[in-house]
C-alpha cells in the first residue's frame, strides 16, 4: 500500500459478552477500509517506501465503480455490511474500492484495525475525502497528527473529562426534562427528537450557556450543513453540497462572533471548551477555533442521538431489562425526593450502563472512519500483528480514540434516569427493518408515542 494511502477504519463490535439483547447478524461484520489517493487508481504497482531495489507490491484486487462516483452509492444506499460482505465474498479480506471521490483499500478482521489504530497507529494519520474534510474545517482535531494534534486533543480533554463534566449534570438535566416535556403526547421521531437533544448538550458543552443570543441561527446554518454532508461534492448552485458549504461560511462567522464577543467580556474561562480554546496560553487562530468547534457539533449529534434510539428500542422490545433499569432508577429517585441528579449518581446506574455498552456493541453505530497512511505500509506482508482480540471499540482506540466518550455517557445516564422513571411509550405500525443514512437506525426514525406516567404528572 503506498505512502499516499488513505486509510479508512471501520471496526464492528464481535466482543464475545452476555448478550443483554438478541444481535442482528448484519452487525457482525468487522472491517478495516483503507484509502489511498486519486491518482493510484491508475497505478496497479508501488514500491515499498519509495526505496531503489524494494520489489513491487501489487494493489489488491477489487473494482473502482463508474469514474469519479465509484461505488458511492452502492455503499451509501444500502446495508454497509451487505456492500463489503458481497466484496470481501468477491475478492478476498483485502480489496479496492471507490468511495466518495477517494480510491480506498478495505482490509478486513480485527487484527488488523489493532495494526492500524494502535500497533502501527504512527503509519497513519486520519484523514477523510475532501469534500468532508472542508465542511468541518482543515484544522479540526480529526484531521490532525503529531504535536499539534496531541495539543489539541489536551484541550479538549480538559474540557469532557470527568473532572471538567462533572459540573455539567444539572444543565445536561434540565436540557433532558425540556426535551421529554416536549414529547408528552405526541407522535415523535425518536431520532430527529434525540439529534436535537444531543444538538443542545453539545451547545452547552461548547458554549457553557445553551441559550447563546445567536443559538437558533446557529442550528439552522448547521442542520443546512449537515445535509450536504454525505452529498457528492458539486459545487454549484442548487446543489446540496454548495448549500452546505455556503452554511459552513456563516457558520464560521457565527463562531467567530462568539469568540470575539466572549474576548470583549474578557470571558476565557476554561470550564466549557470554548473557554479551553481560548485560554490566551494555547495560542489558537480564530479560525482554529472555528474548524474544532464545528468538528465537536459533528462528533457529538449523531452518534450519540443513534445510540439513545437504538437503546429505547431494545428497552422496548425487551420488557424484562426495561423493567430491570427503571427499578434501578427508581432506586436513585426515592433515595434523593425531589432533589437534582448528580454526578455521584450517575456513577451509580451499573445496569443502565451496562444497557449502554451492550447497545453500542449490537448496533455499531459508524461502519468506517478514515485513515490515511503517512509513508509506505505493507499489511500481512512485512510485519506480523498477533492476533489480539480487538473488536469492541465503541469510541475508537488508542490516541485518536474519542475524547468525548464521558460527555457522551453522561448525557445518556441522564436522560434515560428521566424517560425510564417518568415517562412510557409505544410504537406505532411503521415498517420494521433497518436504514442507513450513513448510521444504522431504525427505519423512519423510530416513531414512537411517549407520554408521562400517572404518578410522575
Known amino acids: 500500500m503506498n505512502s499516499s494511502s488513505v486509510t479508512n477504519t471501520a471496526v464492528v463490535d464481535t466482543t464475545p459478552m452476555l448478550p443483554l439483547f438478541a444481535m442482528p447478524t448484519a452487525f457482525l461484520f468487522p472491517f478495516l477500509l483503507l484509502c489511498f489517493s486519486a491518482f493510484c487508481c491508475f497505478v496497479f504497482r508501488l514500491t515499498l517506501a519509495g526505496r531503489s531495489g ?83 474545517g482543515p484544522q479540526a482535531i480529526f484531521f490532525q497528527q503529531g504535536d499539534y494534534h496531541a495539543h489539541l486533543r489536551r484541550l479538549v480533554l480538559r474540557a469532557f473529562l470527568p473532572e471538567g463534566i462533572r459540573g455539567s449534570v444539572a444543565g445536561i438535566e434540565a436540557v433532558a426534562l425540556r426535551a421529554l416535556r416536549s414529547w408528552d403526547g405526541r407522535l415523535v421521531n425518536t431520532f430527529q427528537e434525540l439529534k436535537t437533544y444531543a444538538f443542545n448538550v453539545a451547545i452547552l458543552s461548547i458554549f457553557g450557556q445553551e441559550e447563546i443570543s445567536c443559538l437558533e441561527d446557529l442550528k439552522q446554518c448547521y442542520y443546512t450543513l449537515e445535509k450536504g454532508y454525505n452529498s457528492m461534492p458539486i459545487n454549484l448552485p442548487g446543489t446540496l453540497f454548495y448549500k452546505a458549504m455556503k452554511a459552513r461560511k456563516q457558520l464560521a462567522q457565527i463562531v467567530a462572533n462568539i469568540v470575539r464577543s466572549r474576548r470583549t467580556q474578557r470571558d476565557t474561562s476554561p470550564n466549557d471548551l470554548l473557554g479551553s480554546f481560548m485560554n490566551a496560553k494555547e495560542d489558537l487562530s480564530d479560525d482554529q477555533i472555528a474548524d474544532n468547534v464545528i468538528g465537536v457539533i459533528f462528533a457529538a449529534r449523531d452518534t450519540t442521538a443513534s445510540v439513545l434510539t437504538w437503546i429505547i428500542k431494545y428497552l422496548g422490545d425487551n420488557p424484562g431489562i426495561l423493567k430491570a433499569v427503571t427499578e434501578e432508577q427508581e432506586q436513585i429517585t426515592k433515595s434523593k425526593g425531589n432533589e437534582s441528579l448528580t454526578w455521584a449518581d450517575t456513577k451509580n446506574m451499573p445496569l443502565t450502563s451496562r444497557v449502554i455498552q451492550e447497545t453500542m456493541r449490537v448496533a455499531s453505530i459508524l461502519s468506517f472512519t478514515f485513515r490515511e497512511a503517512v509513508e509506505d505500509v505493507e499489511y500481512q506482508g512485512k510485519f506480523e500483528v498477533a492476533p489480539k482480540p480487538n473488536t469492541f471499540m465503541p469510541f475508537g482506540n488508542g490516541t485518536h480514540s474519542c475524547p468525548g466518550n464521558e460527555l457522551a455517557k453522561l448525557e445518556m445516564l441522564v436522560l434515560l434516569h428521566h424517560l425510564t422513571t417518568k415517562h412510557t411509550w409505544s410504537t406505532v405500525r411503521s415498517p420494521s427493518g433497518i436504514q442507513f443514512g450513513p448510521f444504522a437506525l431504525p427505519t423512519n426514525g423510530l416513531p414512537l408515542r411517549f407520554s408521562l406516567k400517572s404518578t410522575a404528572a
Not at 452509492?73 to 451487505?82: A, H, I, R
Open 54 to 136: 524494494c520489489r513491487k507490491l501489487p494493489l489488491p484486487p477489487g473494482s473502482m465503480g463508474w469514474p469519479y462516483v465509484g461505488e458511492t452509492f452502492q455503499l451509501y444506499s444500502n446495508d454497509p455490511n451487505t456492500f463489503f460482505a458481497l466484496k470481501q465474498k468477491r475478492y478476498g479480506p483485502v480489496f479496492k474500492t471507490h468511495i466518495l471521490g477517494c480510491p480506498c483499500v478495505m482490509v478486513s478482521s480485527p487484527e488488523a484495525a489493532r495494526f492500524v489504530l494502535v500497533t502501527r497507529a504512527q503509519l497513519f494519520k486520519p484523514t477523510f475525502p475532501a469534500s468532508k474534510e472542508r465542511m468541518i
